[in-house]
């Protein structure tokens, strides 16, 4: 980019360019494709896009559609007329576009893949823009080694699980093109955006510059915690380069996906090491994947990470994928066709998960948070398989909050304290045909992690009379009497599903 970030007209020039993008939004970009050729463009078939804005670009928002979502040349006064506030020496000037000549009907191209994106969160609505490199969809290449990934499916995951609270410092790590960042901007009071890549950075100020968002965001540049060593966070968000490659192969490292270390010890580092900038009460979350080893299954490998940390720790695994369709998916995902070429790519993938007795690889979302006093006392490791997928950050936040009010009640306290069944939860009876008695009943909770949990007579009977106002050993007695039973036992029975049911948000404290 000749405009750098020091260059004062860059301000301008910025201003001009979010003047000319007013239209370029979500729905406007679906609308003018229609749903075919959105659909086609998801399975990274270009070719209905294409179809739908050649006609068209003598319209601004198809010619910015060719230009910057599909990579295609188009000639210069049809995107000139696109951008009028900014014109094509200043797109060109700011990294954007490239041109052939400066006759008009010499063609202009992208330099970078810029689209419109829009949000929801707990705090609303978000329409924002943004740059990344162009995809392979958009140039026929294969990626290269320091491609910038636009916003994927990982990245939307990670947004929607963060903690979305009023807060003061946010690091956001490996900031790409810098979207965590953005969407911490919203919340935080300063957001520190760290990559080790210099171009990600460019692009990534460019789109807190497009979306107004500079003033609260400040990249830096370096690897993993160097750039903030001796900093504090109240909150760290990062999606991390954390797929596993083998080290001695064919491979590409691709900086946006690959962290240049040997199978998980990447997030491994990051789980181990992030307690060293987090402030008490800070919250990090990551995404991640792991390995499930011979001898050494994922739940013990990941809770030796939580252990080393010194952290409270929570980790939801929502995907397991065996070896061979690991190497395939990111095979795949680098533009390689699986075939014989790719054969000893393939090879090398399943030697090096071989050479640790890898059995499969888990990918979910760890959530690690530095206690405000004592020694941490939160450690979940689980598997939603199945579902609603990882938690909401709304829903971390009421987990996170829900196992302090457990870890804060010892048995006693359990039974002195008021619980109400959630608004969300019902009763499912199954009966055989004609029997009187069911044969099994299900709690089901409608939001949250969307579980079912199988309860006896005596559970069921207990959560059905949680109505916030009778102590909870005042109504295991009252059932005890009532199923003429032994009230000790009955209480060693139900105290640990009742826990259970508190943790995962099917019973709520009323204290
Ligand atoms: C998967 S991308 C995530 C981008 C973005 N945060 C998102 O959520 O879409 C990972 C990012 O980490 C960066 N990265 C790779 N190795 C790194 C390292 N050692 N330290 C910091 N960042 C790194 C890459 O350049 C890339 O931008």
């Known amino acids: 980019m000749t405009a750098d970030v020091t260059d004062p007209r860059r301000g301008e020039l910025v201003e001009r360019l979010r003047t000319d993008l007013t239209g370029f939004t979500v729905d406007a970009v679906n609308e003018l494709l229609g749903p075919v050729a959105q659909a086609a463009l998801g399975r990274e078939q270009s070719l209905p896009a294409r179809l739908a804005v050649a006609r068209r670009l003598d319209e601004p928002l198809a010619a910015l559609i060719a230009v910057f979502v599909l990579g295609l040349e188009v000639p210069a006064r049809q995107l000139a007329a696109a951008v009028p506030s900014t014109g094509l020496d200043a797109l060109a000037e700011l990294g954007l576009v490239t041109r052939a000549g400066h006759d008009s009907g010499d063609p202009v191209r992208a330099l970078v893949d810029l689209r419109p994106y829009a949000t929801v969160d707990s705090l609303g609505p978000a329409d924002w823009w943004l740059a990344s490199d162009l995809s392979e969809v958009s140039t026929g290449q294969p990626l290269s080694e320091d491609h910038v990934l636009g916003v994927g499916g990982a990245s939307l995951t990670l947004a929607r699980s963060t903690i979305r609270r009023p807060t003061g410092r946010v690091l956001d790590l490996g900031t790409g093109c810098g979207i965590q960042a953005l969407h911490a901007a919203r919340h935080a009071k300063h957001v520190v955006a760290t990559d080790i890549s210099a171009r990600a950075l460019h692009l990534a100020q460019l789109n807190w510059e497009l979306n107004q968002a500079s003033g609260t965001i400040e990249g830096r540049r370096g690897s993993l915690l160097e750039p903030v060593t001796g900093e504090f966070f109240d909150q760290v968000v990062s999606n991390p380069p954390f797929v596993i490659t083998p080290r001695s192969t064919p491979a590409a490292a691709f900086e946006y996906r690959d962290g ?252």
């Not at 720790?313 to 690991?326: F, H, I, K, S, T």
């Open 260 to 511: 240049g270390l040997v199978g998980d010890d990447l997030v491994r580092r990051l789980v181990e090491s992030i307690g060293s900038v987090l402030a008490p009460g800070g919250v990090a979350q990551f995404l991640g994947n792991w390995e499930g080893r011979r001898g050494e299954g994922w739940t013990d490998r990941v809770t030796s990470w939580l252990e080393a940390s010194g952290l409270d720790g929570w980790v939801v695994q929502r995907e397991w994928q065996d070896p061979a369709e690991y190497a395939e998916t990111w095979i795949r995902d680098s533009g390689q066709h699986l075939g014989k070429d790719a054969d000893e790519l393939y090879a090398s993938w399943l030697d090096d998960f071989a050479s640790r007795g890898v059995e499969g690889v888990g990918f979910g979302l760890i959530t690690l948070r530095r206690p405000v006093s004592g020694e941490p006392r939160l450690r979940v490791v689980e598997e939603r398989r199945s579902g609603p997928g990882l938690p909401w950050g709304d829903e971390v936040i009421a987990t996170l909050e829900r196992q302090d009010w457990l870890a804060g009640h010892d048995d006693d306290a359990l039974l002195a304290a008021m619980l109400k069944v959630a608004a969300d939860v019902t009763e499912e009876r199954h009966h055989l045909p004609g029997a009187e008695d069911p044969t099994a009943i299900l709690l089901r909770q409608g939001g949250g992690a969307g579980r079912v949990v199988q309860a006896g007579t005596a559970l069921t009977g207990f959560v059905g009379a949680s109505s916030g106002d009778i102590p909870v050993g005042r109504l295991i007695a009252a059932l005890a009497s009532l199923l003429e039973v032994d009230v000790q036992a009955l209480r060693a029975e139900l105290l640990s599903d009742v826990r259970n049911l508190v943790r995962d948000g099917l019973l709520e404290p009323t204290d």
